[in-house]
């Protein structure tokens, strides 16, 4: 009956490589025809724009802009996924590492203390400000039942206002310059890279690239997301929270509880999206007008193209930010670098789409495939 | 504040409703003006009625409103639209190319056209594949600024568009206007509301300064935008096909079970909404140098979106929402902003106290308790600060908005099947 | 009560019907001929097809194979549209009607009576309130249907249906939600419109209703029509019943007693208030006790209580006063995790729904609800191989068909998922097991399994309670029945002594004993009652 050759070649695809391969490789297909028609439609050579794309990207510097920012990238997706994954769309991510950031880099650049003490009482404060900040909207939805879209919409406009207000009238340092910025960071405050220990075993990088110690934070968040997730009885719960909430409070979870958890939970993560730039990127080191904004809404994009699965969103912040660095110089070889924009954007439809096709599809064939299976089962067993 | 009649707990006739709602509406807005009047005098802040700071509330609330009645469309069709951001942004970009080649009303057409692309795709995401509403209009704003962006480059940095003043972050401005109005005696001419609103006196000036502001100078657009979303009005609740999208996003298996296309009905209700974006997209054209600007939209997508909440899902709700946010946006930008910001609050801090008498004799305790804790911080603020910081001022619609959600989030009914994606015969 | 004017003419033919769905044929060749003017029955057991069936007449889907004549005319419907065209309506089981809108409005939606630009309300009202007049169904037009009760929401679903001018009426299941008096008054809605001229065709697997109303009956079995009966009056309620399963239907009998004076549940004095309406209760002072090695049934029309109770057990929704205690410990307070952890086994009455995760493995749907516990885990971490582990055991022993433990729920029948749900809770060492409906939807095989699982879950000194709307599954299985009406315990029965009919009188409220000493006085009177109605 489910002979495969009559199976349409999407889906014996998915059942070959699994939905989760199959789906951003065609959604990669798709954008890079839909930025090549683009292109062509307003007059630009599409092959000649790509193979610059290709020529940026294949350098060594690149990786490593690639990986460093492909860090702050992951842990913002990790961030929104936890939410994700119970069901809260906690769009206010932005505003929770931001005002994160902003208190960290007050605090941290005030402090006197010895390097194993700093840097854990930087992160604390930004682990704590944005976890309390997302306890907002969790506390509301939880005794008043207002929708978490709505309210972190709201509260990142409000975040911007209030950071805004701090670092230009409490938090600003008072050193003459025009620029509005709090204190840097001392050094015992920092995260160290890795530069020393690559050179040492012979991968001297090339001058002025910094691989930064930032990663190792992203990585462990990863890991520990993962077994979390999976292996945890609260990652469980989560989960069937997320996918069922009734059968989750049939079976003991608490409601309001898990969703106040989470949504401090993915705040607190995203306060840690903010101490890249501030403990590892040498252009910052502290919190200004100039700071890196909307990595929360980019961890959006991250946790949906990454199917809120900690692997596929680290695929998904290495391809985001390889895209904005090949793209970005484009506009001194006469190409518009806002095709990027366009990349990213198509990418990130067209995978959902087929996500959500593939899931589809691939439940219609499991019920096929359990049907056909135990039927011989049926017809076997006495009537 | 019209909730009330929007949720009524028994069943009364439509047309009783309807009375009922308009006679309220008239109410709470004596009421209102009555209010800050109150507040004007006791915390000297003149410019809060003044005919500019209203006429600059109107305009600004202009583009809210056509955002929010453009949720309000593909909302009632069933289909969350996180995406108005994009949409806007979208209709700047072709409001300024096709503006700046045709002139005005050419904008107007180029900015509804990228609404309804934009809208269109949306609802190919959401109803055709049935992605989750909010994932996939989320996607649409970041499509939406990435495409006004690379037009931008490609159509404002040709020679030709270099040479009428055009860049990658802004398009030549558009030759032409569209028109302004104002009305003959009253506002214009002897301009008598303009005398009344010299004379200072409590409560009458505040009207009249009210009413001429609203009368004096009206853009175009803002006409255009009025008899759109009055139209609204009637398409959705009085004509076959208002009908039939509102029963998509109330119970699209009924709809299906009587041969209505849900789909068609989502995808039309999202090709208008983004049409409604698109235009609110071209009067923020209008609004600035006549010229599309790099992110000039600023959010006012997500307010449209707060309106619509704010507003209960009614199109007279949104336009209530509306013109409060306009309101504070024209109040912030008016001269001594500070000092009119801080009339504001005492305004409020009074609203808020009535609410609470209100609440207490209606037995609503926790309704109450919020209200009056508001109100106490409202009060504390006016108190403590002389002139209220520019960046708070910038927050004050989110924060209404919040409070606002808080207070009758019970009560804010959103249409039942909104955001749940619908597939043909899915569930009969 | 059966329309005696038998018409010749034909209205619906079906033929060899082939209806496939991802994993099942849902229709299989099913014939079907209907005679114009005659109330005709279809039947069969949960999941044999006729819902499909009488889709695919309605348009809703198209048909693999078969061809459909209406009034001898070949009819291919792409869509609802079409079948609404020759004059078919249809009444949908689960209502088909927006709360927030009017009842004039959902009746026109999609054939509104104005023009483009208005709907044409006060013409709908006009003719509304005729057909109302005329056929017995009347409904205020400008009423939300929110406000409407259940049999009101089902005269607005017939109402659709007329306004349109149909002359074909299918419903599907109509009596399910209904009390009796409201089904005598849908039965002469429909007596009233055969006679003139219409044509009913009406899903059910209450048989005794079937053979009151019914002119012709059709029976289907596993998509398959295996009967026809043209003439009613000539076969009983066995003779269907075997037509419908192919055997004798299984009964729900349970063996001698063995119920303990051990106090297993007792719950004292509960009261549960109405969400948004704090002065009715939902539940007004409730008291049940349920001892070791018994079952306790609560018989009740769906809403007078039932899910409230359900939920006041388990901790699932704040209670206003009383107090429940488990084995002698009070857990009135207690959360529903703790109260699950100290041994309350639940089977919820939408498995779906409170019972499961379609989308998660079997493995992670056996740990649901016993995560905190072994195998499972230890509180903290789950433990996955322990829980693959039990899973497998659970498929072994309570015959859950399934290619492995590790597919989505999903994949499994309504009949397996329910075997499966059983499953988890019998081997998690339960003391009390709250069983809601629990072979609700599922075919004969799995529902005798079931009962079997209730009757094991008794001999093995649980106490069980039971909340059912099949009545002889009460009956056979209950070791004490209490009637719930209005929130309230209105009557405790002895099974052994009460018949489906007497049930029905204390469930409708018009009788009612709180002293179980007065049962059997009760109960003989409503029995002469019941069967005096039954000659007459």
């Not at chain 3, 309620?237 to 303990?260: C, F, I, Q, Y």
């Amino acid at each position: 009956m489910a002979d495969t050759t009559e199976r349409p070649l999407l889906d014996r695809l998915a059942s070959k490589f699994g939905p989760n391969i199959v789906a951003p490789v065609i959604a990669a297909v798709v954008a890079i025809a839909v930025s090549s028609l683009t292109l062509l439609a307003g007059g630009y050579n599409p092959v000649r724009a790509f193979t610059e794309i290709g020529k940026v990207l294949w350098s060594v510097e690149s990786l490593i802009l690639i990986l460093n920012r492909g860090a702050w990238y992951y842990v913002a997706g990790v961030a929104v996924a936890v939410g994700f994954k119970m069901g809260l769309f906690n769009i206010g991510a932005d505003g929770q590492y931001r005002l994160g950031a902003l208190f960290a880099a007050y605090f941290g650049a005030k402090a006197d203390l010895p390097p194993v003490l700093h840097v854990p009482y930087i992160v604390l404060i930004a682990v704590l400000v944005g976890g309390m900040w997302a306890a907002i909207p969790g506390v509301l939805k939880v005794t008043r039942g207002v929708n978490e879209v709505i309210s972190t919409i709201m509260l990142n406009f409000v975040a911007t206002g209030i950071s805004a207000w701090l670092l230009g009238n409490y938090f600003r340092r008072e050193d003459g310059t025009l620029l509005t910025a709090t204190k840097v960071i001392p050094i015992s405050g920092r995260l160290p890279n890795f530069n020393r220990i690559l050179s040492s075993i012979g991968l001297g990088l090339p001058k002025g690239s910094v691989l930064q110690g930032y990663i190792v934070i992203a990585i462990l968040v990863g890991i520990g997301y993962y077994i979390l997730l999976f292996r945890s009885r609260f990652g469980f719960e989560l989960r069937v929270s997320g996918e069922n909430p009734a059968a989750a409070k049939a079976s003991g979870v608490n409601p309001k509880r898990m969703v106040l958890t989470t949504i401090i939970l993915s705040g607190a993560i995203a306060g840690l999206i903010g101490i890249g730039p501030l403990l590892s990127d040498p252009t910052h080191y502290k919190y200004s007008d100039q700071f890196p904004f909307t990595l929360g809404f980019t961890g959006l994009s991250l946790a949906l193209l990454g199917r809120n699965h900690p692997v596929g969103i680290a695929f998904a912040a290495i391809i985001w930010h390889a895209i904005e660095r090949g793209t970005q110089p484009l506009t001194t070889k006469g190409f518009p670098q806002e095709i990027g924009k366009i990349l990213q954007g198509a990418f990130l439809l067209t995978a959902v789409i087929v996500f959500e096709v593939m899931q589809r599809r691939s439940q219609r064939e499991a019920v096929r495939d359990a049907a056909v299976k135990s039927s011989v089962q049926v017809e076997a067993a006495p009537a | 504040m019209s909730l009330q009649t929007m949720t009524p707990s028994q069943p009364a006739s439509l047309r009783a409703r309807w009375s009922e709602g308009r006679n309220l509406a008239l109410l709470l807005s004596v009421g209102a003006v009555a209010l800050i009047s109150v507040a004007r005098l006791i915390s000297d802040a003149d410019r809060l009625t003044s005919s500019t700071t209203i006429g600059t509330g109107l305009r600004l609330a202009v583009p809210i409103a056509l955002a929010g009645i453009g949720g309000l469309y593909a909302e009632r069709s069933g289909t969350v639209n996180i995406g108005l951001e994009g949409m806007m942004t979208l209709g700047t970009v072709g409001a300024g190319y096709a503006g700046w080649q045709g002139g005005p009303w050419w904008a107007i057409i180029g900015g509804i056209v990228g609404g309804i692309l934009g809208g269109l795709l949306l609802s190919l995401a959401t109803t055709t594949f049935g992605v989750n509403h909010i994932i996939a209009g989320f996607a649409i704003n970041i499509i939406g600024s990435g495409v006004a962006r690379f037009l931008a480059n490609v159509w404002f940095t040709t020679d030709e568009a270099g040479a009428a003043g055009g860049s990658i972050t802004s398009s030549p401005a558009i030759v032409g206007d569209l028109g302004r109005f104002s009305v003959p005696i009253l506002a214009d001419g002897p301009d008598l509301l303009g005398d009344l609103e010299k004379k200072g006196w409590f409560f009458l000036s505040d009207i009249a300064g009210v009413l001429k502001g609203l009368t004096k100078d009206v853009q175009a657009e803002t006409l255009i935008a009025l008899v759109l979303i009055l139209g609204s009005i009637y398409v959705i609740w009085h004509t076959p096909f208002g009908l039939r999208l509102r029963s998509a996003g109330e119970k699209p298996s009924a709809a299906e079970s009587l041969g209505v296309s849900v789909a068609k009905m989502r995808h039309i209700g999202m090709a208008i909404s983004g049409g409604f974006a698109g235009l609110g997209g071209a009067v923020i054209v209008f609004a600035g140098a006549d010229q599309y600007q790099q992110d000039q939209v600023a959010g006012r997508g997500f307010l449209g979106l707060a309106a619509l909440v704010i507003g209960n899902w009614m199109p007279a709700g949104v336009l209530a929402g509306s013109a409060v946010f306009g309101y504070a946006l024209g109040v912030a930008n008016s001269l001594d902003s500070g000092i009119s910001v801080r009339g504001l609050i005492l305004a409020v801090a009074i609203g808020l106290a009535l609410l609470t008498a209100r609440a207490v004799i209606r037995g609503r305790y926790v309704e109450a308790a919020i209200q009056a804790t508001v109100g106490a911080l409202a009060l504390a603020a006016y108190l403590k600060v002389e002139e209220v910081n520019n960046q708070f001022v910038y927050i004050t619609p989110y924060v209404v908005t919040l409070v606002f959600v808080t207070v009758f989030a019970q009560r804010l009914r959103p249409p039942a099947a909104e955001g749940h994606p619908y597939l043909k015969g899915q569930s009969l | 009560m059966t329309n005696t004017a038998v018409a010749s003419a034909v209205a619906i033919e079906l033929r060899d019907i082939v209806k496939r769905f991802p994993g099942v044929v849902a229709n299989d060749g099913v014939d079907l001929t209907v005679r114009t003017g005659s109330i005709h029955a279809i039947v069969g057991e949960n999941g044999a097809g006729k819902s499909t069936l009488m889709k695919t007449l309605y348009g809703a889907h198209r048909p693999d194979e078969g061809t459909i004549r209406v009034n001898g005319a070949e009819q291919s419907f792409r869509s609802p549209r079409d079948a609404i065209a020759v004059g078919i309506g249809m009444v949908f089981q689960h209502f088909q009607l927006a709360d927030n809108l009017t009842v004039w409005e959902n009746i026109v939606l999609g054939d509104e009576p104005g023009s483009w630009y208005r709907i044409g309300a006060k013409h709908a009202r006009t003719k509304l309130r005729e057909l109302g007049v005329r056929y017995g169904l009347e409904v205020d037009p400008d009423a939300l249907v929110a406000d409407l009760g259940v049999g009101q929401k089902q005269r607005v679903e017939i109402l659709k249906v007329l306004f349109r001018g149909a002359r074909i009426i299918i419903l599907d299941e109509p009596t399910a939600v209904l009390v009796p008096q409201e089904v005598d008054e849908l039965f002469k809605s429909l007596a009233e419109l055969t006679a003139g001229g219409a044509t009913a065709i009406f899903i059910s697997h209450k048989l005794d209703e079937v053979l009151a109303h019914a002119d012709a009956i059709t029976v289907i079995r596993a998509g398959k029509t295996v009967g026809e009966v043209p003439d009613p009056s000539k076969v009983n309620s066995h003779d269907l019943a075997e037509l419908m399963v192919g055997s004798e239907l299984p009964s729900p009998e349970t063996r001698e007693s063995t119920v303990t004076t051990d106090v297993a549940l007792e719950i004292t004095g509960l009261s549960v208030a109405t969400p948004g309406q704090a002065h009715k209760l939902a539940l007004d002072n409730i008291n049940i006790t349920i001892h070791r090695g018994e079952i306790v049934g609560i018989a009740g029309v769906e809403g007078n209580g039932q899910a409230e109770l359900v939920e006041a057990i388990l901790g699932l929704e704040p209670i206003a006063s009383g107090a429940i205690e488990l084995f002698g410990h009070d857990i009135t307070k207690a959360s529903t995790g703790d109260r699950r952890h100290a041994g309350i086994g639940y089977i919820p009455e939408d498995r779906q729904k409170d019972g499961m995760v379609l989308s998660f493995p079997l493995w992670e749907n056996c740990a649901l609800g016993h995560q905190r516990q072994e195998p499972y885990g230890d509180g903290r971490w789950i433990d996955r191989a322990a829980s693959l582990a039990r899973t497998e055991q659970i498929i072994r022993e309570f015959d859950v068909r399934t290619p492995s433990s590790d597919v989505p729920a999903l994949t499994l029948s309504g009949g397996n998922q329910q075997k499966l749900i059983v499953g988890r809770e019998m081997t998690s060492s339960p003391k009390v097991l709250i069983a809601s409906h629990p072979t609700r939807g599922i075919d004969v095989g799995a529902q005798a399994a079931i009962w079997e699982v209730m009757r094991l879950a008794r001999s093995m000194g649980l106490g069980v309670l039971l909340i059912s709307a099949d009545l002889e599954e009460l009956i056979g299985l209950s070791d004490t029945l209490h009637v719930i009406y209005d929130g309230r315990i209105n009557a405790t029965l002895v099974p052994a002594a009460v018949t489906p009919k007497i049930l029905g009188t204390y469930m409708t409220g018009s009788a009612r004993t709180d002293d179980p000493n007065l049962t059997a006085t009760a109960a003989a009177a409503a029995a002469a009652a019941a069967n005096g109605a039954d000659h007459g």
